[in-house]
């Protein structure tokens, strides 16, 4: 586990997006923004098992997550480690992060939805390197 400062640690757990990085077969960067949940240790991410991503994970376990407020004062966190990709019991974390990201009634409505087309997994990322920039 990583030491984090309080000023990261309240952005980390706002309700910023985060900029998942992975790496493409050639070794370029492969960059989507996702949901996350953090436990206190690790960012758990649901995604659809067949996105670039997920693809990028299976291949090539090193990522990185970059959390950022972009109205001032500008910060941000960098978090760089390691991603593993597995089954999981999805709903919970799906309605859960739909509510946080879009309200409790736009969000519960979205998660009903959204479950009855698709199907997920997930995306345990525990870093092991931070960066943290705020802005006075």
């Known amino acids: 586990m990583i030491n984090i400062s ?10 910023y997006l985060a900029d998942l990085v992975t790496i493409m077969p050639d070794g370029s960067p492969h960059i989507a923004p996702v949901w996350y949940k953090y436990d206190g240790e690790n960012y758990l991410i649901l995604s659809e098992p067949n996105t670039v991503k997920v693809k990028n994970i299976k291949n090539d376990k090193r990522v990185a997550i970059l959390i950022s407020k972009t109205d001032p004062p500008y910060s941000y966190v960098m978090l760089k480690g390691h991603a593993k990709i597995s089954d999981y019991e999805y709903e919970p974390l799906l309605m859960e992060l739909s509510v946080k990201y879009l309200g409790e009634s736009a969000g519960k409505k979205y998660g009903d939805e959204i479950k009855q087309t698709s199907e997920f997994i997930l995306i345990t990322f525990t870093p092991n390197k931070v960066v943290e920039f705020f802005d006075s």
């Open 6 to 15: 309080k000023n990261a640690e309240s952005l980390i757990k706002g309700k």
